[in-house]
Structure formats: structure tokens, C-alpha cells
């Protein structure tokens, strides 16, 4: 087990900072579009429009991350309640998805440390607040409803778009996308975590842990319930858990990618991301 561990440390080491890129972004953007004294919160005041700004730009962070050569190679989880599901799903060791969970925790909080450090006294005024994520109006409840919808709606657009032989090399564009649309959307409900990971890193910072119970439990609820409901359909398999798997990337899972390859069709995304790198 321990020789597992340290040849997949370098695994464990990107989820960590992908996280923390992501959070960076989050607190960056979140500055930029909600803080008071923002040349663009005074150009655009009403919070609609500049809430779908922050999801296209978070949006586009989760898609260039995940196809970025490090979210090729650890599979871009970004978030332990994702890890957990797939260890569920038959494809991911359990000490594999602790180290993940554990590099969740620790790259979203130095994210936001980091940003703190950059540009604190935007991140800290109240209007960012951190980017902290907290129930809405309607209370835990309905945040805790719509953390767990939010949560099996992206796992399900995962499990089903990555485990097609026609749309596995767009599953990081679809993903980013319904991104943009939850934080356009859903944020006054929950705020839009989806990620234990992701609320713990503004929470420790900003020392702000306002039903935290929720963002802990919804989001590992809803992928449970949607990857149980993808298993239950007829025909269905799940291949790896890697949100976009080149060829020429090695993998640490339980994998079984090259069964999907042959079924699939030519994909413009995945030839021109390799001529890329």
C-alpha cells in the first residue's frame, strides 16, 4: 500500500493544486465582480449578470484545468466527494481517494491563503467575504436540497458523457459549462459549492463555517444517488474515472479506457490538445 502511495504522490500533488488554481481564480474573480469599489460591479450593478461573468470565468478555469496536461494525468477531480464516488463506482483505490481527499483540503485552503496574501483587503470585504459559500434566504434546508441536485446533476453529465464513445473527449467542456450555468443559477440557493473541498478552503480563511454539515454531506449525497442511478440503466459501464483520458497519458485507476477507444469515433478536442503539448 505504501509503495502505491508514494509512486502516485505526483497524482496527489496536482489535485492539490488544481484546487488551489481554482480557488485563486474564485477568489480573483469573485473580487473583481463583487467587490464595491470594482470598476465592474460600477459599470454592471445588478448581481444577475455579473453572477453568469463569474460563472463563464469559473467555468473555463474548471475546463482549462481539466484539459491542462496535469488534469490529464490525475484525472481532475477537484473534489473528494468525486473521488469517493468513483472509489463506490469500482475504479479508484480507496487510499488513492484519501490521498485526493486530502489534497482537496489542503490546495483549496492554500488557495485561498494565497490569495488572501495577494489581494486581502478586496478578498476580505464584505460583498466577497472570502467567496465563501453559505445557505440563501430559504435556509440549510433548501441549500442542502440544492447542493445534493447540483452535485448528482454534474455526475451524472460526467458519468454519462465520459462513458460515450462519442462525447468522452467533451466531458471537461460540458462539465465547465454546467458550471457556469450553477453559479448563474443556483448560487443564491447554496451559494454553488458542489465540493467539501472547496467550501473548507474560504471557510478556514474567512473562519466562517456557516452550515458547513450541508456542503460536507449534499454533494457526496448527490453523486452517490446519481452514480447509483447510473449503474441501474442497461448498458451502461463506467471506464475510468478520469474526466478526459488521452492516449498517451498514463493512469492510476482501475482503468479500462482502451475498451471505450475502440468503439470511438475520431474526436477533433483530443488530437489537437496532444499537437498542442
Not at 18 to 47: E, Y
Not at 59 to 71: K, M, N, Q, R
Not at 84 to 107: C, E, N, P, R, S
Request: some cysteine; overall charge positive.
Amino acid at each position: 500500500m505504501w509503495e502505491s502511495v508514494r509512486q502516485h504522490l505526483p497524482e496527489y500533488a496536482i489535485e492539490a493544486a488544481l484546487l488551489g488554481c481554482f480557488m485563486l481564480a474564485a477568489c480573483g474573480f469573485g473580487a473583481l465582480l463583487f467587490h464595491a469599489d470594482s470598476p465592474v460591479v460600477r459599470r454592471i450593478p445588478r448581481r444577475l449578470p455579473r453572477r453568469a461573468l463569474m460563472g463563464v470565468a469559473m467555468g473555463a478555469t474548471a475546463i482549462a484545468l481539466i484539459y491542462s496536461p496535469w488534469g490529464q494525468r490525475s484525472g481532475a477531480h477537484m473534489n473528494p466527494a468525486a473521488s469517493i464516488t468513483f472509489v463506490m463506482l469500482g475504479k479508484m483505490k480507496w487510499v488513492d481517494a484519501i490521498g485526493y481527499g486530502v489534497a482537496h483540503f489542503t490546495g483549496a485552503a492554500m488557495g485561498v491563503l494565497i490569495a488572501n496574501a495577494a489581494i486581502g483587503r478586496w478578498l476580505r470585504h464584505e460583498q466577497v467575504n472570502f467567496v465563501v459559500t453559505t445557505p440563501g434566504r430559504a435556509g440549510a434546508g433548501v441549500a442542502w436540497i440544492a447542493e445534493a441536485v447540483i452535485a448528482g446533476g454534474m455526475m451524472s453529465l460526467v458519468l454519462f458523457s465520459s462513458n460515450s464513445p462519442q462525447f468522452t473527449g467533451y466531458t471537461g467542456l460540458l462539465a465547465g459549462a454546467l458550471v457556469a450555468v450553477y453559479i448563474t443559477v443556483e448560487a443564491p440557493l447554496s451559494g454553488m459549492s458542489m465540493n467539501p473541498a472547496r467550501t473548507f478552503g474560504s471557510a478556514i480563511v474567512a473562519r466562517r463555517w456557516t452550515a458547513y454539515w450541508v456542503y460536507l454531506t449534499a454533494p457526496l449525497c448527490g453523486m452517490l444517488a446519481a452514480a447509483a442511478l447510473f449503474t441501474s440503466l442497461p448498458g451502461t459501464h463506467v471506464f475510468c474515472a478520469k474526466l478526459h483520458h488521452p492516449r498517451s497519458v498514463d493512469c492510476i485507476f482501475r482503468c479500462e479506457h482502451d475498451r471505450l477507444l475502440i468503439a470511438k469515433p475520431a474526436n477533433p478536442i483530443t488530437p489537437h490538445l496532444e499537437a498542442s503539448r
